[in-house]
């Protein structure tokens, strides 16, 4: 329920007539150039790649015939939020971790292991690898080849850790699990207005708008309405890391779906996945406009059950009340968006959290094709294996799926791979928190804990060095 002072502020602002998506980001990017000098961009995406090639949109097989998805339920339009049926956020795994403290926070590992490390890791990965040195306690690394997990790698391998964009990876599942079992039927269409609808711009660094420009650009975008087929959601949501597109499955799905999946896959130290749309207003939005955002937040983290309804009616709001979004968008447009403290302290605090092992037995189960049936583990594959439209990547692996993320401080990839000739593969998860905002910027532009994760990926002798170095004395 929300508060007394909310539903009034929410009136009065209805009374008034409230006004009105591997890619490097470009520093001509519109929605970046938009944002205030001292605000983040909030899970914008870099999907790495060892070259920057021109990228391609993959060729998804056309369809006969198509019917249209049936666009978001519409809603009595009122600002103050009613009684829902949807299930909040947090049904059947908690809204916060439990055990986000380091196992490993010193490490002294021999200088003549470190310097043979140093000449033998390429340049571009050396500043990842130096700061989990002077960090341990904010880094979470997990490698190994499947087969082989007892000469992998396991720093702060059990330490819940935001995962960002990473999370993505549940809801791929669910999607591939429901086509699979005839639930959802991928030939349907889906309106561009009904994913806008999910869509809270400068909040994604254009992913959106993007993966929307390679569809229409590849024909995949046909008109009256302009629609995309539901196949091309999931593959929006990878490729791009486009939040709207995550949320429109979100909700599709449902919440509970979500969550019942996370436990399938048996992600034990998984903390609830709310939609972004919910948790960037949860952060700061219009209701709030004369509360301090930090205090708001730190009150979800004393009443998490709290925080778990108002980000699912936040979400419905403005994905179903176009009066609501548009204010909503007007509002954030007026630079009133959360700090980068604030937007740092939420998304270590309420953004959803696993752990690197359980992750990296996740990306060992998909790349062995071990979810539900044959059907479903084609699909995920299909999509998270994108990056295999990179020469570079097809002189290396066979195969290759990857998920990045990223949120203020939060650095995320999880890789799965066959290198050439290799009938096993091999996992990286590599979990970085805290990061200060200078070396988030820059990783987030070279890339370079993504470079320490490929090193890995495909050199035995790497894990063996690492995996040496990592081991605390005894």
Request: one cysteine or more; proline letters at 8%; charged letters at 15%.
């Amino acid at each position: 329920m929300w508060p007394n002072r909310l539903k009034l502020t929410l009136l009065i602002l209805f009374l008034l007539g409230l006004l009105a998506a591997c890619e490097r980001p470009s520093a001509t990017d519109t929605t970046l150039a938009q944002l205030p000098a001292n605000i983040a961009p909030l899970d914008s995406e870099t999907a790495a790649t060892p070259t920057l090639a021109n990228t391609v949109v993959p060729t998804l097989a056309p369809t006969a015939t198509a019917t249209a998805v049936p666009a978001t339920p519409t809603s009595t339009a009122t600002p103050i939020f009613p009684e829902t049926n949807t299930p909040a956020c947090g049904q059947l795994l908690p809204i916060l971790p439990q055990n986000a403290d380091p196992t490993v926070t010193s490490l002294s590992p021999d200088p003549a292991l470190l310097a043979e490390i140093a000449n033998a890791m390429p340049a571009e990965a050396l500043p990842a690898w130096e700061y989990l040195l002077e960090n341990p306690g904010s880094v979470g690394l997990v490698a190994y080849r499947v087969g082989d997990e007892a000469n992998g790698i396991y720093h702060n391998a059990d330490m819940q850790m935001p995962l960002a964009s990473v999370v993505k990876i549940i809801h791929l599942v669910a999607y591939a699990e429901a086509v699979a079992a005839g639930e959802l039927d991928p030939t349907n269409y889906v309106t561009l207005d009904t994913l806008d609808s999910y869509y809270l711009p400068g909040y994604d660094l254009g992913s959106h708008n993007r993966a929307i420009e390679e569809l229409e650009a590849a024909g995949l975008v046909l008109a009256a309405p302009d629609r995309v087929r539901l196949e091309d959601v999931p593959w929006m949501m990878i490729r791009h890391s486009a939040n709207a597109a995550t949320d429109y499955l979100h909700m599709l799905l449902g919440q509970t779906v979500i969550e019942e999946t996370a436990v399938a896959l048996n992600l034990t130290q998984q903390t609830a996945p709310c939609t972004f749309l919910g948790q960037f207003m949860a952060m700061s939005n219009q209701t709030r406009a004369e509360q301090n955002d930090r205090a708001a937040i730190e009150a979800y983290l004393e009443n998490p059950a709290n925080y778990g309804t108002e980000v699912v009616q936040l979400a419905e709001a403005y994905s179903s009340d176009p009066e609501f979004r548009e204010a909503e968008q007007a509002w954030h447009a007026d630079e009133r968006r959360p700090s980068t403290q604030d937007q740092r302290f939420f998304s270590h605090n309420l953004n959803a959290s696993g752990t690197p092992r359980e992750y990296a037995a996740l990306m060992a189960q998909i790349a062995q094709n071990g979810l539900s049936n044959p059907e479903s583990s084609f699909l995920a594959r299909r999509y998270l294996e994108w990056p295999m439209i990179f020469l570079a990547n097809q002189e290396r692996f066979s195969n290759l799926g990857y998920k990045n993320g990223s949120l203020p401080g939060i650095l995320n990839t999880a890789y799965y791979a066959y290198p050439i000739g290799e009938v096993t593969p091999t996992v990286v998860i590599l979990f970085f928190r805290d990061l200060p905002g200078s070396s988030y910027r820059e990783w987030r532009n070279n890339l370079a804990h993504d470079e320490l994760a490929r090193w890995l990926l495909d050199n035995p002798e790497a894990l063996s060095l690492l995996r040496t170095a990592l081991t605390p004395s005894s």
